[in-house]
């Protein structure tokens, strides 16, 4: 079933997902006209292709993100350096899930793509299930390791035939996101599949 994602910030942007794949890209009201039985999703802020996060290996092989269930001993908020690696060497079977969290994290940031070498297989695995692109590492990393990393690296836009793969951002333009940050993700969309929304 075709699905038109459109969003209030940039309805000339609307997208028709067909599957995995983009089907059209244009106003909003010209692709309902053309696409009367698709189901629409309408969604606040703005649509964008979604982000490229260029610390993929250090979010999700050298990060902890703590299951819920251990919040009383270890917290919420991910774990890095030399308290993570003492955590994994101490029960390597830890990383799959560490990383399927990561992953998650990285979802409602509206990351679609991740950059930099993945050598765990767990880590691996968790990345290729949810379909996250495998992008290029910048040459110079733009600062410290985060989920919100300064400056947003944007993907290229969407284009007929390309992957449906997208995020949305309740924000009232791209200026406005790079203000906010990418903590206003509303929708995370890949391979056509809606993989993140917020609550």
């Keep these: 079933m075709r699905t038109l994602h459109v969003a209030e910030g940039t309805p000339e942007a609307?997208?028709?997902?067909?599957?995995?794949v983009v089907a059209?890209?244009?106003?909003?009201?010209?692709?309902?006209?053309?696409?009367?039985?698709?189901?629409?999703?309408?969604?606040?802020?703005i649509l964008t292709p979604g982000l490229l996060n260029p610390y993929g290996p250090?979010?999700?092989?050298?990060?902890?993100?703590?299951?819920?269930?251990?919040?009383d001993r270890l917290g919420t908020v991910p774990i890095g350096g030399e308290r993570a690696r003492a955590i994994f060497?101490?029960?390597?079977?830890?990383?799959?899930?560490?990383?399927?969290?990561?992953v998650q994290r990285l979802l409602a940031h509206g990351t679609v793509a991740v950059a930099g070498?993945?050598?765990s297989r767990p880590v691996l695995d968790a990345v290729r299930g949810v379909g996250l692109a495998s992008g290029r590492r910048p040459p110079r990393l733009p600062g410290p390791v985060s989920l919100s990393p300064t400056p947003l690296v944007l993907l290229p836009p969407l284009t007929v035939g390309g992957p449906a793969r997208f995020a949305v951002f309740d924000v009232a333009d791209r200026a406005d996101l790079v203000r906010r940050g990418p903590a206003t993700c509303v929708a995370t969309v890949i391979g056509g599949r809606l993989v993140y929304r917020q609550r």
């Design 89 to 102: 060497r101490a029960d390597p079977s830890l990383l799959g899930g560490s990383a399927r969290r990561g």
């Design 14 to 20: 609307a997208v028709l997902a067909d599957g995995a």
């Design 24 to 45: 059209a890209v244009g106003p909003y009201e010209e692709l309902a006209a053309a696409h009367p039985a698709a189901r629409v999703r309408r969604w606040p802020g």
């Design 58 to 71: 250090e979010i999700l092989e050298g990060t902890y993100h703590p299951d819920p269930r251990e919040a």
């Design 117 to 119: 070498e993945l050598r």
